[in-house]
């Protein structure tokens, strides 16, 4: 799905960008720049090198502050994915970490928090 979306973004001349919960195991991106638990990354061809959007994870290369830097992320990690330009994408449930069976057999429930941005945040819809 991820995958398919930033095709339809990149269709659309509009700039791809996902968020990811930085908080999750298997996630390695630049830690200062990771706010409330998640980061904001631009994947458009002209921002990243040797994108990979696999079946199980995302890598690529990109420059942050100047310095380039490896970043991947396990699918489940990846909250949304939309055009910078308009908000148009999608959002996805947040992967549970697995905790230990609670006595009463509850499971906490995740929420997202709302996407960080410098500018104004994209308006998203969740599509089902």
């Known amino acids: 799905m991820v995958r398919a ?3 339809w ?3 659309n001349n509009c700039t791809p960008y996902i968020l990811v919960d930085a908080l999750l195991e298997g996630v ?4 200062q720049y990771v706010q409330d638990g998640q980061i904001v990354l631009n994947i458009s061809p002209s921002a990243v090198m040797g994108l990979n959007v696999g ?3 995302i890598s690529f290369s990109g420059r942050f502050g100047g310095v380039s ?4 992320a396990p699918i489940g990690a990846i ?4 055009a910078k330009e308009n908000g148009q994408g999608m959002l996805f449930d ?3 970490p697995t905790p230990p069976p609670t006595p009463s057999g509850d499971r906490p429930s995740a929420s997202l928090s ?3 941005s410098k500018s104004k945040p994209p308006s998203l819809k969740v599509v089902k």
């Open 5 to 7: 979306i930033y095709e």
């Open 9 to 11: 973004v990149l269709d």
């Open 28 to 31: 390695f991106v630049p830690q």
């Open 55 to 57: 079946n199980d994870m």
């Open 69 to 72: 830097q490896e970043v991947s």
């Open 79 to 82: 909250l949304g994915v939309y």
């Open 94 to 96: 947040a992967e549970e």
């Open 114 to 116: 709302k996407i960080p």
